[in-house]
């Protein structure tokens, strides 16, 4: 005789646990080129955030009775303390991860009810905070090509050095915006390009590279099924249709596509950040819409704003659209046209 079961049907070997290990694996491609570009101080970072995350974790679940094992160990609060730590400046100071992941932890997830509840997504909450709370903090990049020893950035990290003369990059973004308003139309991007440092082959010079990790990274999630098409391919359309149509229209005032995909946290957040499950929208024609949008916004904000990059901003303004998006693209009840 044969058996049959009910939907929904669910993969056997899929778990929370499962997902964010791989998650955590996706991002490492990101991470390598980073500890080559700048060095091991974003693995300090790492661990700083990472420990901050199971710190606070665990005193919210204390505190709201609710078991530490089965929860500490599903990965969760890893991967929001590993996804500020690569959005923060490799070299700020402690204290200043430490405060954004435990906001995160304590305010953006538990005190709306834990993981699976939170409205906004928690890591790019604690950047638009201590963006908004410390501007120089988070403006604060080192300089390509600056050879610091892993002690002495632990002491920049720990607060035992001065900051001043390290901290005289700037990212490829902030440098191409500060350089068109300065030069009031004197300038034009094409000589930018082609003339500052911090430019590279189509992008900023070795920051490309760790975009590129993110997208392997992020392409492998995809083969793996942790991720759909969906909502990288809106975000990726929606931030380069844009940018294109500027570029087009004026390429002496406005960068190419390509520049905009491979700077800033373009494909960090393409993979890592409008995928999230439980802030993002649940229907495929939604989280295309919600990615789509969410480029669009991350382009305006980063080139006409007042902010280096638009990720965050961008997705937490689509967080607040998610109910309407899912609620107008739900698809119909089988066996009814319309419903």
Request: aromatic letters at 12%; proline letters at 6%.
């Amino acid at each position: 005789m044969t058996e049959f079961s009910t939907p929904p049907y669910l993969l056997g070997q899929s778990s929370v646990r499962r997902v964010m290990l791989q998650v955590l694996i996706g991002l490492l491609p990101g991470i390598a080129a980073y500890v080559w570009l700048i060095g091991a101080s974003i693995v300090l970072q790492l661990l700083l955030a990472t420990l901050a995350a199971l710190a606070g974790e665990a005193l919210m679940l204390w505190l709201r009775g609710r078991p530490l094992a089965l929860f500490l160990s599903d990965g969760s609060a890893v991967v929001t303390a590993w996804l500020i730590a690569l959005a923060f400046p490799p070299l700020a100071p402690w204290w200043l991860i430490v405060v954004g992941t435990l906001f995160a932890i304590v305010v953006a997830k538990h005190l709306y009810g834990g993981l699976g509840q939170n409205p906004f997504n928690p890591a790019m909450i604690a950047f638009a905070v201590c963006i908004v709370s410390f501007p120089a903090l988070m403006s604060q990049w080192p300089a390509l090509g600056l050879k610091l020893t892993l002690i002495e950035q632990f002491k920049l990290i720990a607060g035992l050095a001065p900051r001043i003369d390290v901290m005289s990059g700037a990212t490829p973004l902030d440098a191409l915006k500060t350089a068109l308003k300065l030069g009031d139309g004197v300038v034009d991007v094409p000589t930018l390009l082609a003339t500052q440092n911090v430019f590279g082959n189509f992008a900023g010079r070795g920051w490309e590279w760790v975009t590129t990790g993110y997208l392997v990274g992020g392409l492998w999630l995809w083969q793996r099924r942790i991720v759909t098409w969906h909502a990288p391919l809106g975000f990726i359309g929606g931030l380069s249709l844009l940018a294109a149509v500027l570029w087009v229209w004026s390429p002496q005032q406005f960068a190419n596509p390509l520049f905009h995909l491979f700077s800033g946290g373009a494909m960090l957040g393409a993979f890592f950040i409008v995928t999230d499950p439980v802030s993002g929208c649940t229907t495929n024609k939604g989280k295309l819409i919600f990615g789509f949008a969410a480029g669009v916004m991350a382009y305006i904000i980063r080139v006409f704003g007042g902010y280096p990059d638009g990720v965050a901003f961008a997705v937490l303004l689509m967080n607040l659209c998610v109910p309407l998006i899912d609620m107008y693209t739900q698809p119909p009840i089988f066996g009814m046209k319309k419903q």
